[in-house]
């Protein structure tokens, strides 16, 4: 049985990651390049690649997209079997575990358009490049930074009674109080949610609900995990409350909210995601986009809050992989700095993607953009996503709690103590 399955996915991903095998560098260079699906992106990529190639006549790029959770898995995949991409790029959380094990090759500094690695540094906010230096050495450069606030559709709002300008949820009670009077159930199934967490993410957005209440995921010195139990034990009960067995306002068996929200049919008020849906909006929906029935708003708090924390902000970085010859990975760099020199087109037609250098965040184009000072403001109370060698079991870890306790009728103490075990095995296996 095991020699059939090992077979059955060696078949998958020779299907798949089909002219990834590394030709001897003879001729003509082709680079596989795997990202995250994004319409508006893909457009001005296209254009961008298309430039390049010109520019460059023995590079070839091949350029492949999936969806974000898909592309995880692909990725994961394929170096597991010594045949990932040449370039590709996923949330920090999910790629720095490429760079502790040594998967990616560190930035060259020159084949990028830099005179140096400093002057990498010098290009980007303070503290961005920590999360992909490691030994003195930078990994990765960033395609994009983001973090999230609270999209808002007034037509719904209104047809509820409420004004979407006053009445717009500030806490999480708001939240539960609001969605309460937007949700419309068929029996227990809800055809239209006031709002929806994004469930997959629970490091970006749901840790700082903890924060906020004081908790913490690890401690300060690295070595506890789930520190705070009144703090998690408190989250834990609002989303057990959130769920089909409390209150019934949302559930993550449910479509995620963010993805509904461009259609504007009635089925979802409210929807936490970034900067980057604007583009999304106008892509899929541009009667909406140009409606003036949305606004976004920041990310709530507790009443009880006892620090003012927003949702965290995340990099996807482009990454080269450290296993190809030194003259694909020289191409695969220079590619990655004429990609990244164009971060006001990225911006206004990339699918309003903040590329988070100096000279972006500072020009106008942010600044004139819908809602960029919101996002800019709850940036400002943010901080970067946990990001280590095993961030992605950690977040799996929260999401059997958060889960448990929704469907499962799992008290939340004893969620508490499962995960407190868990990621304490966890971290203890990524320290040692």
């Not at 709002?157 to 708001?174: C, H, I, M, Q, V």
Request: glycine share 6%.
């Amino acid at each position: 049985m095991k020699k059939f399955v090992f077979i059955a996915v060696s078949v998958c991903i020779a299907a798949f990651f089909i002219g990834c095998t590394q030709p001897k560098e003879k001729g003509p260079i082709t680079l596989n390049y795997w990202t995250h699906e994004d319409p508006a992106r893909t457009e001005l990529e296209t254009k961008l690649i298309a430039e390049f190639e010109k520019e460059n006549p023995n590079i070839k790029v091949v350029r492949t997209t999936q969806g974000a959770a898909k592309l995880i898995e692909l990725v994961q995949t394929a170096f597991a079997a010594n045949q990932g991409p040449d370039i590709f790029n996923l949330s920090i959380e999910d790629e720095y575990s490429y760079i502790a094990n040594g998967r990616v090759a560190p930035v060259n500094a020159k084949a990028a358009g830099y005179k140096d690695e400093q002057s990498i540094y010098n290009s980007y906010l303070p503290e961005i490049l920590n999360a992909v230096t490691k030994d003195g050495k930078v990994y990765g450069l960033p395609l994009e930074i983001t973090n999230w606030c609270i999209y808002i559709n007034k037509k719904i709002f209104r047809s509820a009674g409420l004004d979407p300008e006053k009445d717009y949820p500030k806490t999480w009670e708001d939240m539960v109080r609001v969605s309460e009077k937007l949700v419309i159930r068929e029996g227990d199934i809800l055809v239209r949610r006031g709002f929806d967490f994004r469930y997959p993410y629970y490091l970006v957005a749901f840790v700082p609900m903890v924060e906020q209440l004081g908790g913490k995921l690890i401690s300060d010195d690295g070595k506890t995990a789930i520190i705070g139990d009144e703090a998690w034990i408190q989250f834990l009960t609002f989303m057990q409350q959130w769920g089909p067995a409390g209150k019934n306002l949302g559930s993550p068996t449910y479509k995620n909210a963010r993805n509904l929200f461009n259609k504007d049919n009635n089925d979802v008020a409210m929807a936490t995601t970034g900067l980057y849906q604007q583009g999304r909006i106008r892509k899929d929906n541009p009667e909406f986009f140009e409606s003036n029935e949305w606004m976004v708003v920041p990310f709530p708090k507790f009443e009880a809050a006892v620090k003012d924390v927003a949702a965290c902000y995340y990099g996807h970085f482009l990454m080269v992989n450290n296993d190809i010859s030194k003259e694909k990975q020289e191409a695969a760099w220079k590619l990655i700095g004429f990609l990244l020199k164009h971060g006001e087109d990225y911006l206004r037609e990339g699918g309003n993607i903040i590329q988070p250098t100096k000279a972006l965040l500072e020009s106008k184009t942010l600044k004139d953009m819908p809602y960029s000072d919101v996002f800019i403001n709850d940036m400002n109370k943010a901080h970067m996503v946990y990001y280590g060698a095993n961030s992605a079991e950690l977040q799996t870890a929260i999401r059997s709690a958060v889960e448990s306790v929704m469907l499962s009728g799992v008290s939340p103490e004893k969620a508490l103590a499962t995960l407190k075990t868990t990621a304490q095995e966890i971290l203890d296996e990524e320290n040692n």
